[in-house]
Structures are given as structure tokens and as C-alpha cells.
T-cell receptor, first 115, second 115 residues
């Protein structure tokens, strides 16, 4: 099946530093999504990307849909303590209604921010 | 607007018992899915549905059944619980692309322990 390789697995940074994480896939995706999960909660959508090459920002977060449609990255600028959590990438490849219309997740990046 | 509601939040089962995890959404989403989350494994897809009456298997379907009799509800049944099914279970829903934005919204999870 489809697999997403998300890296790094974990990051330990100082408050104020910038962060970058990425996902790569062996297959093409039509949609890339980035989620954050706080302890004891479900994942919450941060950014959605729909077109190859698209660059989208949400506050201090910026994500890009790779032009090959097989990768995406997420940047967080000027990190703060509340950025702590697990960040997941997810990709969707199939046409709506088809059997491949499922969301595949990376294994997550655990971010720790030291104040 | 409640979004995606999962019940129960916590459950302890004995090996061999059966139970149903409930998931309901009030956003009229066509697509619903179940994931399990285990340490270091990310979110793995168990089953999904692209509409009422249509279900399909995900990455780890063994030991689980689903049905989709209404748009709103997508229950997950454990037929005979095993310790390997100890996990946190998340339900998610989204529109299918033509109907609206395809981002997935998650419930808060069900933490299941099988002893």
C-alpha cells in the first residue's frame, strides 16, 4: 500500500527557533494535509494543500505541496512552547468515491520546545 | 455544531469480549473512517466508508467490522477483543471532493485496553 515517510521522527529546539519537517511518498497524491495532535486529543488540521507547487501559510506555519506531488514540507517560524505536540502529514491520492479515496498518514514528528 | 463525536472515551475489555465503538458526525460528510494509533506507528487506517451502504478495508482491518447504515454514524465493532487491539481509536470524517473541502476532522478518540 501507500506509505509516507515523515522526518524527522523527533525534534528538540529552543523557543524562538524555526522548525522544518517533511514527508515523502512513493506515489502521487492529490491532496496533502498537515495536522497537529496535542496529548489526549485528536489530530487538528493545520494546513491543507490541493495543487502541486502550492505554498500556503497559517500564521507562523507555512506548508508546500511539492511539484512532483510526492512530497510536502511544513515550516514553523519563531517557535513557542505551545507548538509542542506531534505533527502529522497526510496524503490523499484517489478520486472521490473510488476505493483509493483514503487518507494515508505519516508516523509523525514529535516536537519539543524548550522555553 | 458538535463535529465528530466518539463514545466511549475510555474502555477496558477482557480478552474475547466484543464491543462497539460509536462515531457520529453532524456535518453531512460522506467520507468516514476509523484509525488506530499506537506508539511509533502513527495513524493506521482500519476501515473507511465513502457513503451510506459502502465500506472498504484499510491497512489493518482484521478483527474489526464496520457498517454504514446512515450518513451520520459509522460504528466500529470488535468481534473478539485481543490484547493486540489495545490502542487509541480515532474516527474521522470529511466531504468527498466535489461536495466540499476534503479535509478530515477527527473525534477526540477512544482509549481501549484489552486485558
Amino acid at each position: 500500500g501507500q506509505q509516507l515517510n515523515q522526518s524527522p521522527q523527533s525534534m528538540f529546539i529552543q523557543e524562538g527557533e524555526d522548525v522544518s519537517m517533511n514527508c515523502t511518498s512513493s506515489s502521487i497524491f492529490n491532496t496533502w494535509l498537515w495536522y497537529k495532535q496535542d496529548p489526549g486529543e485528536g489530530p487538528v488540521l493545520l494546513i491543507a494543500l490541493y495543487k502541486a507547487g502550492e505554498l500556503t501559510s497559517n500564521g507562523r506555519l507555512t506548508a508546500q505541496f511539492g511539484i512532483t506531488r510526492k512530497d510536502s514540507f511544513l515550516n514553523i517560524s519563531a517557535s513557542i512552547p505551545s507548538d509542542v505536540g506531534i505533527y502529522f502529514c497526510a496524503g490523499r491520492s484517489g478520486e472521490s468515491g473510488g476505493s483509493n479515496y483514503k487518507l494515508t498518514f505519516g508516523k509523525g514528528t514529535l516536537l519539543t520546545v524548550n522555553p | 455544531n458538535a463535529g465528530v463525536t466518539q463514545t466511549p472515551k475510555f474502555q477496558v475489555l477482557k480478552t474475547g469480549q466484543s464491543m462497539t465503538l460509536q462515531c457520529a458526525q453532524d456535518m453531512n460528510h460522506e467520507y468516514m473512517s476509523w484509525y488506530r494509533q499506537d506508539p511509533g506507528m502513527g495513524l493506521r487506517l482500519i476501515h473507511y466508508s465513502v457513503g451510506a451502504g459502502i465500506t472498504d478495508q484499510g491497512e489493518v482491518p482484521n478483527g474489526y467490522n464496520v457498517s454504514r447504515s446512515t450518513t451520520e454514524d459509522f460504528p466500529l465493532r470488535l468481534l473478539s477483543a485481543a490484547p493486540s487491539q489495545t490502542s487509541v481509536y480515532f474516527c474521522a470524517s470529511s466531504y468527498i471532493a466535489e461536495s466540499g473541502s476534503p479535509e478530515a476532522f477527527f473525534g477526540q478518540g477512544t482509549r481501549l485496553t484489552v486485558v
